[in-house]
């Protein structure tokens, strides 16, 4: 599995995922969009989930954006090649660890990867960070059921499992704070 990154460099270099990653070689950056390989786009804004399928479909170049949530949606549609949303999962990473969503550069990709039945791959990629393996611990169990998953639809169906518990949950805690 390729890896490439658009980096707009508008983050804490000591934080910052992606440059880590190209560090190790596990990932290309690229700071010129039209530098950046057709691929699977990992748009948080996608109208479409990533799904096994496109793995199917001879995708094998993942395309993540390392930018500010901002600017993510601006940058993401200028790009050229099938643009895919991840489904639900929590971050593990030390800034949002336990929000729903806000995935780091790396956790995307791995996610990804997982999704694509790669988990290999996913290990390797979050392999230095102290924090990597509790990614896919955190997540395990909507991993699994993803990549087991045919197509977008079906990663919807599994997805608002996972968003009705989250919505219950919230509820459950609300009403314990109001006794």
């Known amino acids: 599995m390729e890896c490439h990154v658009y980096y707009e460099g508008d983050d804490d ?7 880590r990653l ?11 969009m039209e530098q950046v390989p057709y691929g699977v786009v990992l748009n948080p804004h996608a109208e479409q989930a990533l799904s096994p399928a496109d793995a199917e479909d001879g995708l094998g170049t993942l395309v993540a954006l390392d930018c500010s949530w901002e600017s993510a949606e601006a940058a993401s ?15 593990a990473n030390p ?4 929000r729903p969503f806000q995935l780091t550069t790396v956790e995307a990709l791995a996610a990804a990867c997982c999704i694509f039945d790669e988990y290999e791959a996913a290990e390797d990629l979050l392999e230095p960070f102290r924090w990597g393996e509790t990614f896919l611990t955190l997540n395990e169990e909507p991993l699994r059921r993803y990549s087991e ?10 997805q608002d499992d996972y968003l009705a ?3 219950e949950q919230k509820r459950a805690d609300d009403a314990g704070e109001t006794q």
């Open 95 to 98: 800034v949002n660890y336990g």
């Open 77 to 91: 549609f200028r790009m050229n090649g099938v643009h895919r949303a991840l489904p639900f999962l929590v971050a």
């Open 22 to 32: 190209e560090k190790f070689d596990k990932a290309t950056l690229y700071r010129r």
């Open 165 to 167: 518990a989250e919505d």
């Open 13 to 19: 270099p000591k934080k910052c995922t992606a440059r």
């Open 149 to 158: 998953c045919v197509d977008s639809s079906e990663i919807v169906a599994v």
